[in-house]
């Protein structure tokens, strides 16, 4: 009996019942369709926002799933750059940051060209400019070698250590790519959505590369997800929940791993995460939205560079509570003007005083007060 699915007979000829997954299917194509369309009637303006705001978190999220936390504010600066969009207080932007946002861009704006091994490779050197995973040097740009052995994904401490999954022999890499792309570039599978699922698992599968093998996989799906939807604006992030369910994401792609060549049970939970994911989305459209409804009522106020900046952190969700203190590090000013810059837009009604006082003055978006207090 094979122990790994990459080790059956039939391999790669995935099975999974049409019939079980067809109303799974049904939902997901509905509801990206009513996506699109509630999109469609935002205006350019408001769709960009909503792009960046999604691109952004899908960026964090993917690397967040890996474990590595990157920076938002450099991850923002660097969506928005690469957009041609103008958000005011750009910060400077880390080269892994950079390569990182690269590759998600590329997979989803150039989502109809062909995904050939030179663009995997550009890919993988985009995600790292150093040829190191932290501390290891790896092998960027080029297929795994198992020179120190084989490519597992082991937890637990030396010695004690439990092997979840062994990806093929790295012999079988360029005859295994071959076959993944031209399936992938043909025409077989119509659903584009079903390809996205098989696609992200038959990837990560392989496991062709020394690091960064789910975080192309997760592209990979991107991609097939804007070719679904046949538009390069991605306005949900399969990433981000992904994140939110990342110990259920583990456990059907190792149950999956080792489950033989029926994939149902992966694809439904594909299919599932993604519907959760497009429901998501909605949040993020409702945030968008208050934002436009704020930037609208207090379009008569003369605001400075300053004051839209922060404004602009407070309606993204800024953490914690906003002081004199912490506004003059925002907005890089001194303390007497950001004191000056808040007592404008308290006077004019846009800023709230909370209760405290002294020392532990703060405040907050007038809007944002009311409704917490209704």
């Known amino acids: 009996m094979s122990v790994y699915i990459h080790q059956e007979p039939t391999w790669p000829r995935f099975q999974w019942s049409r019939e079980e997954l067809a109303e799974q299917l049904i939902v997901v194509h509905i509801e990206q369709g009513r996506l699109l369309g509630c999109m469609e009637g935002l205006g350019f303006k408001l769709r960009q926002e909503v792009v960046l705001g999604t691109a952004t978190v899908d960026v964090l999220k993917s690397s967040e799933i890996e474990g590595e936390r990157l920076d938002a504010g450099q991850v923002r600066s660097s ?3 690469r957009l041609g969009m103008d958000i005011g207080g750009l910060k400077p932007v880390d080269r892994n940051v950079e390569g990182v946002v690269e590759m998600m861009l590329d997979a989803t704006r150039h989502y109809e060209k062909p ?6 490779f550009a890919w993988h050197a985009s995600l790292f400019p ?3 995973s932290g501390m ?6 080029a297929w795994r070698d198992d020179r120190s052995g084989p490519m597992q994904v082991v937890s637990g401490p030396v010695g004690k250590e439990h092997v979840h999954f062994q990806a093929p022999a790295a012999s079988r890499l360029d005859a295994e790519i071959k076959r993944f792309l031209a399936w992938f570039n043909a025409n077989e599978e119509k659903d584009w959505v079903v390809r996205a699922g098989i696609g992200h698992l038959w990837f990560v599968t392989i496991h062709p590369f020394d690091d960064g ?3 192309i996989a997760r592209a990979i799906s991107d991609m097939a997800l804007a070719r679904s939807e046949r538009s390069s604006q991605r306005f ?3 990433s981000a929940q992904i994140r939110q369910e990342r110990a259920a994401y583990y456990d ?3 149950r999956t791993g080792k489950g033989g060549m029926d994939i149902t049970p992966w694809m439904a939970w594909f299919l599932g ?9 909605q949040g993020i459209l409702g945030t968008v939205l208050a934002k436009a409804r704020f930037w609208e009522s207090v379009g008569d106020f003369r605001l400075n560079e300053r004051q839209r900046l922060v404004l602009n952190r407070l309606l993204d969700g800024f953490e914690g509570k906003l002081t004199t203190s912490k506004w003059a590090k925002l907005a890089k000013c001194s303390h007497d003007t950001a004191l000056r810059d808040i007592a404008a837009l308290v006077k004019g009604g846009i800023l709230v005083r909370n209760s405290q006082g002294g020392r532990s003055t703060s405040y907050a978006l007038a809007k944002t007060a009311e409704s917490s207090r209704g």
């Open 79 to 81: 969506v928005a750059r």
């Open 115 to 120: 995904l050939t091994e030179e663009r995997l």
């Open 130 to 132: 150093t040829a190191r």
């Open 136 to 141: 290891r040097p790896i092998r960027v740009g």
């Open 213 to 215: 093998n789910g975080r």
């Open 236 to 238: 949900y992030s399969m």
């Open 252 to 254: 059907i792609l190792g």
């Open 273 to 281: 995460c993604l519907a959760r994911a497009i429901e998501h989305a």
